[in-house]
Nanobody, 123 residues
Framework: QVQLVESGGDSVQTGGSLRLSCAASGYTACKSDMSWYRQVSGKEREFVSNVKDDGTTTYANSVKGRFTILRDNANNTVYLQMNSLKPEDTAMYYC?????????????????WGQGTQVTVSS
């Protein structure tokens, strides 16, 4: 199993910056994707950014150029550096770990989520 713990959420003003962290523990002998998603109450959860274990990154168009995802494989941690924050970035941010291929093959394709950390951006 995998446990994910997010931290770093806070309330900031427009134009401010925050750095979210997601620490993973548990079974780690897998090639995996680590991602950030966000969700506003009453709306669907949306993709923000993803990083593969080879460092390949993808971003939602809404955050390109403002957010940077960073992965520290040695410490099983992924970060989301958020700059130039806007009120529309306000959401609960969730970390996700997707296990692509594992030494223990029954774990292939499993998906794990953290509990979320709240980001609020005021105008």
């Amino acid at each position: 199993q995998v446990q994910l713990v997010e931290s770093g959420g806070d309330s900031v003003q427009t134009g401010g910056s925050l750095r979210l962290s997601c620490a993973a523990s548990g079974y780690t002998a897998c090639k995996s994707d680590m991602s950030w998603y966000r969700q506003v109450s009453g709306k669907e959860r949306e993709f923000v950014s993803n990083v593969k274990d080879d460092g390949t990154t993808t971003y939602a168009n809404s955050v390109k150029g403002r957010f940077t995802i960073l992965r520290d494989n040695a410490n099983n941690t992924v970060y989301l550096q958020m700059n130039s924050l806007k009120p529309e970035d306000t959401a609960m941010y969730y970390c996700r770990k997707y296990l692509r291929t594992c030494a223990y093959r029954p774990f292939d394709g499993r998906d794990f989520w953290g509990q979320g950390t709240q980001v609020t951006v005021s105008s």
